[in-house]
């Protein structure tokens, strides 16, 4: 048990890698409150699963471009658990387009959710340790998408960069109160995000011929590597990232 009677948050957490992380996390011990947008029936499913292992869990629906959503998501899991030991910013979407035709709200609200998202609930939760006194960890689900592009995705490659980024920044600004920051970057993990993309002739196919571990990922894959940063095996890991993609960065020719 590596997260024993520790309080996790995870944003998104009502399906994909988010509602992985919250049962991996589960499983290691810890209660979990989770945020949704508005998938209400699979949040209370993740919810259900968790107490199913004998945790206690909540979840707590807001659209994580608000920044009234993060202070309202940390004070109900405050309320309901008396502490957040971790916080897990994972909530994102990815709207595939082409870019030389854009739509400006397409842009705006991949930018506010994943990026101004992840800020907004960083703070809030950092806020919450520091005034805790007893140090955390904050892991941000990044992306392969960090390091390299996607032609329909222009607008959510820089969010993954920036996810990353703010994580390195935030090791800086938050190791004196003995909160680390990490982000995990997973390369393509069959979620809802991507099960149009993934259904186009022949592209599921192709990606997975480009993973040397020959196939895609699933969100319990992403899990392991939460759990363990969240953890204190991760001690003395701040400002780091971690690939779990299977191999496909590696893999040019
Ligand atoms: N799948 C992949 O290949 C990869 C995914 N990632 C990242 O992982 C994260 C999770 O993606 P994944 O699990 O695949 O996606 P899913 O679509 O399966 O899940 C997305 C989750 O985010 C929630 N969400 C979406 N928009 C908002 C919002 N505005 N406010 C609050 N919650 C929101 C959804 O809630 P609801 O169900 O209520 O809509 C859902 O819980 C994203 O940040 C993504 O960028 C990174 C690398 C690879
Ligand atoms: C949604 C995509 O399939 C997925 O998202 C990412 O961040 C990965 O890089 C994949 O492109």
Do not use: W
């Not at 506010?112 to 340790?129: D, E, I, P, R, S």
């Amino acid at each position: 048990m590596l997260l024993q009677d520790k309080v996790v948050l995870i944003t998104g957490g009502s399906q994909g890698i988010g509602a992985g992380a919250a049962l991996g996390c589960a499983e290691h011990g810890a209660h979990v409150a989770i945020n949704y947008h508005g998938n209400s029936a699979d949040a209370e499913k993740v919810v259900a699963e968790v107490r199913k292992k004998g945790r206690r869990a909540i979840a707590v629906k807001g659209d994580v471009a608000d920044a009234s959503t993060a202070t309202a998501f940390v004070k109900a899991a405050v309320q309901e658990f008396g502490k957040v030991d971790v916080f897990v910013s994972n909530a994102g979407i990815c709207p595939f387009h082409s870019f030389l035709d854009m739509p400006q709200e397409t842009l705006e609200r991949t930018l506010k959710v994943n990026l101004h998202g992840a800020y907004y609930m960083t703070q809030a939760a950092a806020n919450q340790m520091k005034d805790q006194g007893h140090g955390g960890s904050i892991v941000a689900i990044s992306s392969i998408s960090a390091l390299v592009g996607g032609e329909y995705q222009t607008h959510y490659t820089p969010t993954k960069a920036g996810v990353h980024s703010l994580m390195q920044s935030c090791a800086i600004a938050l190791g004196r109160y003995g909160i680390r920051c990490n982000s995990v970057m997973p390369g393509t993990i069959a979620t809802s995000i991507n099960k149009e993309d993934l259904a186009q002739p022949g592209k599921r196919e192709y990606m997975e011929g480009r993973i040397p571990l020959g196939r895609l990922g699933r969100p319990d894959d992403v899990a392991g590597c939460v759990v363990f940063l969240a953890s204190d095996l991760a001690r003395y890991v701040t400002g780091a990232s971690v690939l779990v993609d299977g191999g496909l960065f590696v893999n040019l020719q």
